[in-house]
């Protein structure tokens, strides 16, 4: 079994930056992709990005590529999400996730979801 907890989410005004963490355990997770996805309200859960096992390999949803950054150590298990230039429409809870392929994308190739984090964004 594998646990993940995010930390890191919080309220910004648009244009700031947060930076979101994520700790697992459980398991070695170095082989495996690790992302991260989000949910706003009324709205289903969606893909904010992934890295491969050989990081820096990563890959961005378009609405925040440019702007956030996915970056890991897998000698400690963590995965970081770095979101810069933030607005509005980033307001989510942000969940940390473990996959089975790279880019992860869908819902249907997360193995592992952590409780999730908000992040809320005034305009």
């Known amino acids: 079994q594998v646990q993940l907890v995010e930390s890191g989410g919080g309220l910004v005004q648009a244009g700031g930056s947060l930076r979101l963490s994520c700790a697992a355990s459980g398991r070695t997770l170095s082989n495996y992709p690790m992302g991260w996805f989000r949910q706003a309200p009324g709205k289903e859960r969606e893909f904010v990005g992934s890295i491969d096992w050989s990081s820096p390999s990563t890959y961005y949803a378009d609405s925040v590529k440019g702007r956030f950054t996915i970056s890991r150590d897998n000698a400690k298990s963590t995965v970081s999400l770095q979101m810069n230039s933030l607005k509005p429409e980033d307001t989510a809870v942000y969940y940390c996730?473990?996959?089975?392929?790279?880019?992860?994308?869908?819902?249907?190739?997360?193995?592992?979801w952590g409780q999730g984090t908000q992040v809320t964004v005034s305009s």
């Open positions: 996730v473990v996959g089975s392929t790279h880019p992860i994308l869908v819902a249907a190739r997360v193995w592992y």
